[in-house]
């Protein structure tokens, strides 16, 4: 009588163990570690006053990637504007949770706001594609130290709301 309970039991409790296992792998460093180009970065401000910015194209390309570590969780982004002396290089660390690999900027980092980046950006690791890529809302960029030309230097479009588009490929 015992066995015929505990059989069941036994094979319910392993399906639910095996469906638990699958249904969130976290992606490992060593699988998203290598050097990422970007293929897309815009902005797009909520404020319909305000038009989308296509931070790409103000991007020398050859000279901006993104590269992940494995042994380490450290990125380096390097940039360089188009027309502009100088490269930027923003670093810090990452983790990984599910399939997203999540990059922390820095909160007093100046080097991540001229290029509209918040904070924190918790890309999707795309397994088949190899890419990293986020698309979502944002909020407090600051869009003068983007283009203090365009956005003047008073204080007005320093606390932006709106929709970052990123996507990286790898090399």
Do not use: H
């Amino acid at each position: 009588m015992r066995t015929r309970f505990l059989l069941p039991l036994i094979a319910l409790l392993c399906t639910v163990t095996l469906v638990a296992c699958d249904s969130d792998p976290t992606v490992s460093r060593l699988e998203v570690d290598g050097a990422y180009a970007v293929t897309t970065w815009t902005f797009t401000p909520t404020a319909t006053v305000l038009g989308p910015e296509n931070v790409m194209a103000r991007l020398e390309l050859p000279a901006t990637q993104l590269t992940l570590g494995s042994s380490s969780a450290a990125y380096v982004l390097n940039y360089k504007f188009l027309n502009a002396p100088g490269q930027f290089i923003i670093s810090g660390g990452y983790t990984t949770e599910g399939n997203r690999v999540i990059l922390d900027f820095g909160e007093r980092n100046s080097d991540r706001r001229k290029v509209l980046l918040p904070p924190e950006v918790k890309f999707t690791y795309d397994e088949a594609a190899m890419t990293l890529s986020f698309d979502g809302t944002v909020r407090g960029i600051n869009l003068q130290e983007f283009d203090p030309a365009k956005y003047g230097t008073d204080g007005t479009f320093t606390n932006v709301t709106g929709r970052l588009n990123i996507v990286f490929t790898r090399k």
